[in-house]
């Protein structure tokens, strides 16, 4: 046998004994698009991507979870297409990892959405970071952000206290048992809702009222009808209206018979002219709004100095304009702002015991940026008395508005 022919034998053999040896099944390829490719592949650089949303610091409100996180995706300088790795955890060393996703395809447009499987625990920090690789080469991380999960926000109901039975005042006070809140609501309110029958589609008029600081939250819903039953339930929202409690159970009770009329008093015979104006606010800046001054101790001083001329102010049953002309005078030599209020915003529809106050920019005239102020208790009852009743908001969720004027006085 020559020695060319051993040496052909001798190297079969060593090719049928690399074949037999296990984990050298084949040879890694040097083409850098083969899933096989031997790697790093040299020179080949990729970019850190960045964490975009949630922004570093965020806070989540628990009821949109799960979380959708942002990414902006990875460069690389190779040609092996890309995948990111993304790891969610506990700590900002990323020590205790709670969720990984690690071949995720880059989404388009330059920017990769990712959302949670499952809703996170609230209450809690998290930190998530992401990086890219081929399969070959491996990019850095990105910075590490972290968002907070808040506590979901939880109403208890509040509870109706009084009136109940039957009443002594067709305007009685209104007690209600403050409800619990948890997790972080803000600007939380009671809504009441007033019916004259056991009917939730026959409520008759609602009012919106923070809740008091002592437990207990009181307020009045204006006069109501003599000798009527009525029934009112409540419930607690907070002040986007996007989380509500349960409506209480409902409670009911009966206001008194209407007592005697009394004879009107002779009206005056001029109408009041107009005393000198004071000063006016200056306008607030773009977009916000003047604060609504506390003049209910003028609506007293007024009363007091003119009881005739509130008692007869309901001008429906021959009264006049005096206490109403006589007041918006007062309330003018503290502020020009202060005027008389269209009805419901109807021009040429005066309001006969309301007084309106522009919290904005511009004319007076016309302007229905106002508060609107209920100035006369029981107005076309027997016993109508000084009041200062904002009900800007109970009208506003009325589906009306207020429009200033000075009715032609100024």
């Not at 942002?70 to 990892?97: K, M, Y």
């Not at 021959?318 to 915003?345: P, S």
Request: charged share 15%; proline share 12%.
């Amino acid at each position: 046998m020559s020695r060319f022919t051993l040496l052909q034998r001798r190297l079969a053999a060593i090719g049928l004994a690399l074949l037999a040896v296990p984990g050298c099944e084949r040879l890694k390829s040097a083409n850098p698009l083969s899933p096989d490719v031997a790697g790093p592949i040299p020179g080949v650089q990729i970019t850190a991507p960045k964490t975009l949303e949630p922004p570093n610091n965020a806070l989540i409100d628990n009821r949109s979870q799960p979380v959708q996180l942002l990414i902006e995706n990875a460069g690389t300088s190779g040609q092996r297409p890309l995948f990111l790795q993304l790891e969610l955890a506990a700590d900002v060393n990323f020590q205790q990892i709670l969720h990984q996703a690690d071949r995720l395809p880059p989404g388009d447009n330059g920017r990769t959405t990712y959302r949670m499987p499952s809703p996170l625990a609230a209450g809690h920090t998290y930190f998530w970071r992401v990086r890219a690789a081929d399969g070959a080469n491996t990019g850095p991380y990105s910075a590490a952000a972290s968002f907070h999960v808040l506590e979901p926000v939880v109403l208890e109901t509040p509870t109706p206290l009084e009136p109940t039975g039957t009443t002594t005042t067709n305007r009685p006070v209104f007690r209600v048992r403050n409800g619990s809140v948890s997790g972080p609501a803000e600007g939380v309110v009671y809504r009441v809702e007033l019916a004259d029958r056991p009917d939730p589609a026959a409520i008759s008029s609602t009012a919106t009222v923070t809740p008091g600081s002592d437990g207990t939250t009181t307020f009045s819903m204006g006069d109501l009808a003599w000798n009527t039953t009525y029934y009112w339930r409540v419930f607690s929202m907070t002040g986007d209206g996007s989380v509500r409690s349960a409506y209480s159970m409902p409670a009911s009770f009966r206001t008194p018979p209407a007592p005697a009329p009394t004879p009107s008093p002779t009206p005056s015979p001029t109408p009041i002219p107009p005393t000198a104006p004071g000063t006016r606010t200056p306008d607030p800046p773009p977009g916000q709004r003047l604060p609504l001054p506390n003049m209910s101790h003028v609506v007293q001083q007024v009363a007091a100095q003119y009881p005739a001329a509130l008692r007869n102010s309901c001008q429906d049953h021959g009264g006049t304009w005096e206490f109403m002309d006589r007041l918006v005078d007062t309330l003018r030599t503290y502020d020009t702002r202060w005027g008389y209020n269209w009805k419901r915003g109807n021009v040429g529809d005066p309001s006969l015991d309301v007084v309106a106050y522009h919290f904005g920019s511009g004319p007076d005239e016309g302007s229905i940026d106002v508060y609107i102020i209920d100035v006369i208790g029981g107005h076309c009852g027997p016993s109508p008395a000084p009041s200062w009743n904002d009900v800007t908001e109970a009208t506003r969720l009325g589906g009306s508005i207020g429009r200033w004027t000075g009715r032609g006085r100024f």
